[in-house]
């Protein structure tokens, strides 16, 4: 059975730092692509972050320099770093096995002005 379990959101204010992680079992972990989306207060899903598996890294434009996706293949985990965090962050955040149907429950991230 696959599962992914999102940690390391909380309330932060702007400018500050989070790091999320996801821990990913029942899976072969290395062989996939990773992703890590998002859901602001009433909009749609949208895509943050996406980690291949050779470690090729593409963000959506307003991320860049800001996160950092990142795995660790021992620890079966991806992160996502964030920094320089504002309020328009604000949103669930959720992993995601790339091309599947498996997710995350999400972890909230509140950004306070």
């Known amino acids: 059975q696959v599962r992914l379990v999102e940690s390391g959101g909380g309330s932060v204010q702007s400018g500050g730092s989070l790091r999320l992680s996801c821990v990913v079992s029942?899976?072969?972990?290395?062989?996939?692509?990773m992703n890590w989306y998002r859901r602001p207060p009433g909009k749609q899903r949208e895509l943050v972050a996406t980690?291949?598996?050779?470690?090729?890294?593409i963000y959506r434009d307003d991320m860049k320099g800001r996160f950092t996706i990142s795995v660790d293949n021992a620890k079966n985990t991806v992160y996502l770093q964030m920094n320089s965090l504002k309020p328009e962050d604000t949103a669930v955040y959720y992993c995601?096995?790339?091309?599947?149907?498996?997710w995350g429950q999400g972890t909230q991230v509140t950004v306070s002005s």
């Open positions: 980690i291949s598996s050779a470690g090729s890294t």
């Open positions: 995601n096995i790339g091309n599947t149907a498996y």
């Open positions: 029942g899976t072969i972990f290395s062989a996939n692509i």
